[in-house]
């Protein structure tokens, strides 16, 4: 119609994203769209395309303010169908646009953070935690800061008890007792060993699988998360837990000889501060658990 009409003098392409590509897209048919796309590319500009993808995304999963087409103009959706037709839109489309894909896997990165803080580490509802925009602009470390101060009992989920000065007393001289074996210098010390299916979990599990999912998972970053959650613990004289996280950054620093081979180290002195935190607060009652992290 082009050729024969209008001597070819048609954008053609300008006018399939309007009338086709940007309806489809906020019609949320991503499998037509899709279809369309690989039979026919030579109808559109990838780079193009690429972009109106990726503002679609955008604005479904961050809530970001629709202003690319009529065709997103009145759309009405709730939040959770929202985050639905985000990362539909993802699945679908994403394969045939490899360029996306660092963008696709950051925005999805901080929808499991918002699903994660909500669901699992239940933060209240109106928290800005829960809002992917926020996420989106705050460092990983100190997202994971926010949740531990409007939260502290995500650092005991699975094992609330561990709240509680006599249980986490317990736990913590269970735990010794499971890994005196490894550390004792003569046999008869052996006599108290705790099978690992009698302990119980290890505090702030939950707290460290939200720092994964924000990417925090270097052996560092990790050892900087329980370190803030030893500060939050002690915040909020949860010494018992405190002391356990303790004892696991030294039993690892152990494990690798850092201490001993390089006790100046920022690591190690901030480490270093976490152990004198728990074992100086007056309020701390295990004096056996104070003296084994001394």
């Known amino acids: 119609l082009d050729q024969k009409c209008f001597c070819s003098s048609l954008d053609i392409n300008s006018i399939l994203e309007v009338h086709l590509l940007l309806p489809l897209l906020y019609q949320h048919s991503f499998q037509a769209l899709k279809m369309i796309l690989q039979e026919c590319p030579a109808w ?38 929202s985050i639905k037709n985000a990362i539909d839109c993802q699945d679908i489309l994403g394969p045939c646009f490899p ?11 901080y929808l499991d953070a918002a699903h994660f803080i909500q669901n699992v580490l239940h933060c209240a509802n109106d928290s800005t935690l829960l809002e992917p925009t926020v996420l989106d602009s705050t460092p990983p470390m100190q997202i994971i800061e926010l949740v531990l101060s409007e939260n502290q ?5 699975g094992c609330a008890d561990w709240s509680k000065p006599e249980f986490a007393a317990k736990a913590n001289f269970d735990i010794h007792c499971h890994f005196a074996p490894k550390d004792a210098s003569t046999p008869q010390e052996n006599s108290s060993y705790v099978e690992t299916q009698n302990l119980p979990p290890p505090p702030g599990g939950y707290v460290l699988q939200l720092g994964g999912i924000l990417g925090l998972q270097s052996e560092y970053e990790q050892f900087i998360v329980m370190n ?19 004892a696991l950054l030294l039993r690892e620093a152990q494990a690798k000889s850092m201490i001993a081979e390089d006790s100046g180290s920022a690591r190690n002195l901030i480490l270093m501060k976490s152990v004198a935190d728990v074992v100086s607060a007056e309020s701390y009652l ?9």
């Open 44 to 81: 559109f500009d990838c780079n193009v395309v690429e972009s109106y993808i990726l503002a679609f995304v955008r604005e479904a999963a961050l809530l970001e303010r629709p202003s690319l087409s009529p065709a997103s103009q009145g759309v009405n959706t709730d939040r959770a169908e």
């Open 99 to 109: 360029n996306l894909h660092s963008e696709f896997d950051a925005i999805r990165r």
């Open 153 to 157: 009992h995500s650092m005991v989920l």
């Open 228 to 246: 803030l959650m030893v500060r939050c613990a002690s915040n909020h004289e949860w010494y018992g837990v405190a002391a356990a996280l303790c």
């Open 286 to 294: 295990d004096c056996r658990m104070r003296h084994e992290l001394c």
